[in-house]
């Protein structure tokens, strides 16, 4: 009697479905909740209304007139010297009215000014031991030099300020360089209204020209250098940063704070380790970059940090060499960033021979209006051709971690990206997380305090195999390839274990996706990146296919999604981005991957699962009738 046949598992083949179903309901409910979340970054209200800025102050030429002049007749003649003729003669007679009743320094011409006094200094290097307070409103204060390096304003690091100007009205400062200060060399706080024009500022432990809390400030024609944090720093104030040039610095210009209204138009930015930084700007924020030009930000200083050259006192540091002790860390190679900003508008820049990005943006991954790098547009750049119309690229032209409600990308003219396609402007994209790699990137290597920078960051100076992404990437590729061996070993293990060559295509896509990930982020090729994440993705989704239909059907199933889910993170980065996602598809799958790994090693290495033992019938002898016996 043959055995009784096997009945079909429909209680397991019920729970693997239910248990897919659900997979597939928590994506599609991920998808409905970060959007919603997007839309309400988008339309969160705007908590400060925009209230007029008070216009800056013009040159005036009334008023009461005091002079300030150096009692160093040697002085005088050589930086008079290169005035033109007109008013170098001029200048002599001013000088000699001076010496006869004018003042020998700064500090006591403030001192002794009243509202609308005018106050000129002429040709000379002056030096304070304190910090000039100016607190007296309609102030002018003008250096009757041909530059600003004809009226020098110094410190010698004897005081954390030059010259500090706190809720002092009307201000107007031309012609004037301040240097040599432990801090800012030129400060303004809670000032309405203010002009400096063609000012100067150098070798500052700190920024160059600082603005803070104020408000109708204008910045116009300066040149700010070697400043270990910002040559030109605008922080929670309306001000507008025209005409200058920043170089040596940490970043040559940075404009930052949730209540900041700024524009940054056609300065000159050149050898700073960043360019332009736009950093934590909030919901209202409402920020042009335009026009600048931007070329050569690739200085690292990070090396020198824990030297003797950072542990000195500032008054013997080799400012002349171009030693800077960074206090904060700004990513070096990066013409202009903007990180966690909102509402920027950076458009019709010339950038070129960045050695990062001639453009880099980021956000904060979250549902916090206005710190996730929202409504930022990028448009009309010129990337990699010189003024004089020569060729000097960048290393990548845009690069972006994939954060943020509705910004976008109009930049036809680029060259390399990352990732190798971007959202254009007039969609719909929104994002509450990047990449996981690159957002990895940016927690471990974004703007930071600079007494401990880290060590894995090419951004501060790691290099080759000691970057973060690049160890990540050699992790994740030879974990990548011990699970896809762990599941075929728990197919072979099956009792109906796939045919012999069934992996072959399978293990080939898997192993130079692999192989190809690492060499795409060693060379920073995002276009090579989406490829390995599709030739990975496709050598899952074969390997699942045969397992199913070798009958190991949860596992199969669960690796075909996952490899599904590879395939389209593959088209968001390298064909178009998905704006219907809310998160970038990178961070399913890899949510997915854990259990996924769960379930393969059980299959690999748990209890090898062996086909069901025959029901065993049990017969009863049949005795023969004596009638039909064979008696011998």
């Known amino acids: 009697m043959s055995p009784a046949p096997r009945q079909p598992r429909s209680d397991r083949r019920l729970a693997a479905l239910a248990f897919m179903t659900g997979i597939l309901a928590v994506l599609v409910f991920t998808c409905y909740v970060g959007g919603t979340a997007t839309e309400s970054r988008l339309d969160e209200p705007d908590p400060f209304p925009a209230v007029p800025a008070p216009e800056a102050p013009a040159y005036r030429d009334d008023g009461p007139l005091l002079l300030v002049c150096t009692d160093d007749a040697e002085d005088f003649a050589e930086r008079n010297e290169g005035v033109v003729y007109s008013e170098r003669i001029a200048n002599e007679r001013l000088q000699d009215d001076c010496l006869a009743d004018g003042f020998r320094d700064l500090p006591a011409a403030v001192a002794a000014a009243e509202p609308d006094t005018r106050i000129q200094i002429l040709p000379g290097h002056y030096t304070v031991d304190a910090a000039i307070v100016v607190e007296t409103e309609h102030l002018q204060i003008e250096g009757v030099g041909d530059s600003p390096d004809d009226v020098q304003v110094s410190?010698?690091?004897?005081?954390?300020?030059?010259?500090?100007?706190?809720?002092?009205?009307?201000?107007?400062?031309?012609?004037?360089?301040?240097?040599?200060?432990?801090?800012?060399?030129?400060?303004?706080?809670?000032?309405?209204?203010?002009?400096?024009?063609?000012?100067?500022?150098?070798?500052?432990?700190?920024?160059?020209?600082?603005?803070?809390?104020?408000?109708?400030?204008?910045?116009?024609?300066?040149?700010?250098?070697?400043?270990?944090?910002?040559?030109?720093?605008?922080?929670?104030?309306?001000?507008?940063?025209?005409?200058?040039?920043?170089?040596?610095?940490?970043?040559?210009?940075?404009?930052?704070?949730?209540?900041?209204?700024?524009?940054?138009?056609?300065?000159?930015?050149?050898?700073?380790?960043?360019?332009?930084?736009?950093?934590?700007?909030?919901?209202?924020?409402?920020?042009?970059?335009?026009?600048?030009?931007?070329?050569?930000?690739?200085?690292?200083?990070?090396?020198?940090?824990?030297?003797?050259?950072?542990?000195?006192?500032?008054?013997?540091?080799?400012?002349?060499?171009?030693?800077?002790?960074?206090?904060?860390?700004?990513?070096?190679g990066v013409g202009i960033l903007a990180a966690n900003g909102t509402g920027t508008a950076v458009t019709e820049n010339r950038i070129w021979n960045q050695q990062t990005a001639g453009i880099a943006a980021w956000g904060a991954p979250g549902q916090d209006a206005g710190l996730g790098g929202d409504r930022n547009t990028f448009s009309e750049n010129t990337y990699g051709v010189r003024e004089d119309g020569a060729r000097h690229r960048n290393r990548l032209d845009v690069w972006w971690d994939g954060t943020g409600a509705a910004t976008c990308f109009d930049e036809p003219g680029t060259h390399r990206t990352t990732p190798a396609v971007l959202p254009a402007c007039g969609g719909d994209v929104a994002r509450i997380a990047g990449d996981p790699l690159r957002t990895l990137k940016v927690w471990e290597c974004g703007l930071g305090d600079g007494d401990d920078p880290s060590?894995?960051?090419?951004?501060?100076?790691?290099?080759?195999?000691?970057?973060?992404?690049?160890?990540?990437?050699?992790?994740?590729?030879?974990?990548?390839?011990?699970?896809?061996?762990?599941?075929?070993?728990?197919?072979?293990?099956?009792?109906?274990?796939?045919?012999?060559?069934?992996?072959?295509?399978?293990?080939?896509?898997?192993?130079?996706?692999?192989?190809?990930?690492?060499?795409a982020v060693w060379s920073g090729r995002a276009d090579y990146e989406a490829l390995a994440v599709a030739l990975w993705g496709g050598g899952w989704l074969l390997a699942g296919r045969s397992w199913y239909r070798a009958g190991v059907r949860f596992l199969g199933g669960f690796t075909v999604i996952v490899g599904g889910l590879a395939v389209l993170d593959a088209i968001d980065r390298g064909v178009v981005t998905l704006a219907p996602m809310p998160v970038s598809p990178a961070w399913l799958w890899l949510g997915l991957l854990p259990l996924w790994t769960l379930f393969a090693l059980g299959a690999a290495f748990g209890p090898r699962r062996r086909e069901a033992e025959p029901v065993q019938v049990e017969r009863t002898p049949v005795t023969a009738p004596m009638s039909d016996r064979w008696d011998w």
């Not at 974990?479 to 072959?504: D, E």
């Open 455 to 519: 060590a894995t960051c090419d951004w501060l100076g790691a290099r080759f195999t000691d970057r973060l992404e690049f160890q990540t990437a050699v992790a994740f590729a030879a974990v990548l390839l011990f699970l896809a061996g762990a599941g075929w070993l728990g197919a072979a293990r099956s009792p109906n274990p796939p045919r012999a060559g069934a992996m072959t295509f399978s293990a080939i896509a898997t192993g130079c996706g692999a192989l190809l990930f690492v060499l």
């Open 155 to 332: 410190a010698h690091f004897a005081a954390d300020t030059v010259l500090t100007a706190h809720a002092a009205s009307g201000l107007y400062v031309k012609g004037v360089s301040f240097g040599q200060a432990r801090g800012a060399a030129l400060r303004l706080t809670a000032v309405e209204s203010a002009t400096l024009d063609e000012v100067g500022a150098f070798q500052s432990d700190g920024a160059g020209i600082h603005v803070a809390d104020s408000s109708g400030v204008e910045v116009r024609d300066c040149r700010a250098e070697a400043a270990d944090t910002a040559g030109v720093l605008i922080e929670n104030s309306h001000a507008d940063v025209i005409g200058c040039e920043a170089t040596g610095n940490g970043a040559g210009i940075e404009i930052r704070g949730t209540e900041t209204t700024a524009s940054a138009v056609g300065n000159r930015l050149h050898d700073n380790t960043t360019g332009l930084v736009v950093a934590d700007s909030g919901p209202a924020a409402d920020i042009a970059v335009t026009d600048n030009t931007v070329y050569g930000n690739n200085t690292d200083h990070y090396a020198l940090l824990g030297t003797a050259a950072c542990e000195t006192d500032a008054a013997e540091r080799d400012w002349t060499g171009g030693d800077l002790c960074p206090d904060r860390t700004y990513p070096s």
